[in-house]
């Protein structure tokens, strides 16, 4: 029963994995949990300076070990948020001329070869309980993330992200025995834009290792591997169009992995463009094949659309549906239909976020399903999740956070967790914190 218990807990923690990869080539694409404050930091050469930040956070959760409604496991939470972090020198901090301002070529002179960050990082979690099993399903996470452009701004460039991540979540299943994960990211990109030209592109590799700690986990590690052309065409001074066509390789890891071989492909038509002054639209369109080796698979369409709309100076509203498939961790693959939606607003120095996501999804290919209710290999979910932000800027380097987190999940899937009990791995989670970052 205990590999039925692990993929009963994993929903919600998937889905962080589950989309495109951050993009080496975009310095917002990926950061670390301490990014909401950046002081001066200390300059240690001609183009480098050193950044550390601390964080300190409390507050409570309500479902620590997310479980079906009517249990009990409440907790308050202590959280310690270390980083140390090292980088190219942001153009604030050199000698930039007017004309380096404006001329590709100046900026590339001024940047140097290599624009990079490396950061290392860490998050501590205790939790405040007199419950031991609670007690134990803390720890400490964290991981390092390094990323970069060689010849910034010419016609050549050569993109590169490693993120390791060890993420710590407990089970839904009370016991110390958390689904702690090591998930290792790695995005390399060769791109080719002319200067003065309308047409680019770039190849590219990503690889996902996705490795469980606790060995009778293991059975879900996976390997996954995708090899990519884009080319993209400028046809109209505010609209892009491109073409995106991948092959991977996705396998599972170690002798005692479950996970079936597949050869995924994607193709896809997209637009990027600007619909008015404050409002945009991006759209794509196309086909995708699981090409899994055994079990079920999947021939469909892809399609999603994003509109943005700038309603203030400080303000921006943003809606998404994106319709997918994608490998899996609880089978073979999900199915999902993503909706989205995001608005940022500052009152300066206030800046507060609200972003709310629906997922309809569906498993196929559920491993290890005997004593799972009717015997079935699909499983249908609808998960919810809101996240509310607020930050209050002492100063550039230190400011206050609020952050609230719920989460629901309701399934049609149950398993035998012995004894007789057939278990509902639906849940609701409510998760609070304040508390201050500081930057030097």
Known sequence: MKKLLL?????????????????????????SPTSVVE?????????????PVAGLETGFVSNVFYEEAGQTNTAGLLRVIAELSTGSLPNERRNITNEAATDPEEQSREQGKIAYLASVYA??????????????????????????????????????????????????????????????????????????????????????????ERERQQFANRFQNTFGLRVNYQWLPMTRVYADASIGYNTGLGSESKKIDSYPLDLELGIMTVLAVNMTLNAHAGYTNGFYASGPSYSAATAGVQFGYRYSPLGRAVLMY??????????????????????????????????????????????????????????DDVIGQVTLGARYMFRSWFAAVVDYQFAVVKTDFRYDAGDGLMDDPSFLRHQLLAGVRAAY
């Open 123 to 212: 998050q501590y979690d205790q939790y405040l309980s007199t419950n031991d099993a609670i007690q134990e399903a803390g720890g400490l996470g964290g991981g390092v993330l390094f990323k970069g452009i060689v010849n910034p701004e010419k016609t050549f460039q050569f993109g590169f992200l490693e993120h390791f991540d060890r993420v710590v979540r407990a089970t839904n299943f009370e016991s110390s025995e958390n689904t702690n994960r090591d998930v290792n990211q790695l995005s390399l990109r060769l791109a080719y834009q002319p200067r003065g030209r309308n047409l680019g592109g770039y190849l590219y590799y990503r690889n996902l290792i996705d490795y469980f």
């Open 322 to 379: 994106d319709y997918a498939h994608h490998d899996s961790i609880n089978g073979n693959f999900f199915r999902d239909h993503l909706f989205r939606i995001g608005i940022d607003q500052q009152f300066v120095p206030f800046a507060v976020s609200a972003n709310g996501e629906l997922h309809f999804r569906r498993y196929e290919g559920i491993t290890e399903v005997t004593g799972v209710m009717g015997n079935s290999a699909v499983r």
């Open 7 to 31: 993929l009963a807990s994993l929903t919600v923690s998937a889905t962080a994995y589950a989309e495109d990869p951050p993009d080496p080539m975009n310095p917002q694409d990926l950061v």
């Open 39 to 51: 002081g001066a930091g200390v300059k240690v050469g001609e183009g480098t300076v050193i950044h």
